[in-house]
């Protein structure tokens, strides 16, 4: 289980791979010591790799491993089925409402041509 911050960073990092700890913190809009915690417990489990920017050996540059890779993906297939259920969902409902909308539209025009009963 990944608490939201994680999978932010998690999405953050595969689309922007090799930034800076200081920089995703900015992105995702964590202070930086939540983004230290957060790397840090991503890092335990294996997710993601740090390491020390070649030019700046105080910056950590961020990546995700295999593993982060391959838990990413099956987030984001979960993801993708609760969003594809949920606009299903809301596809019967805005049929049902365009149906209700069609019948009041030829009650109204039965009216307003006299021809109700």
């Given amino acids: 289980m990944l608490t939201g911050p994680q999978y932010a960073v998690l999405v953050t990092v595969e689309a922007h791979p090799k930034l800076d700890q200081g920089s995703l913190a900015h992105t995702v809009a964590l202070d930086r010591s939540t983004m230290a915690d957060v790397c840090r417990r991503l890092e335990d489990r294996g997710l993601i790799e740090r390491t020390q920017a070649p030019a700046d ?61």
Avoid: F, I, P
């Fill in 57 to 117: 050996g105080r910056r950590k540059l961020l990546g995700l491993t295999e593993e982060g890779r391959a838990a990413l993906q099956r987030l984001q297939d979960r993801v993708n089925a609760l969003e594809h259920e949920l606009m299903a969902e809301h596809a019967s409902g805005l049929s049902e409402l365009l149906e209700r909308l069609d019948t009041l539209s030829r009650r109204w025009e039965t009216v307003a041509t006299g021809s109700a009963s």
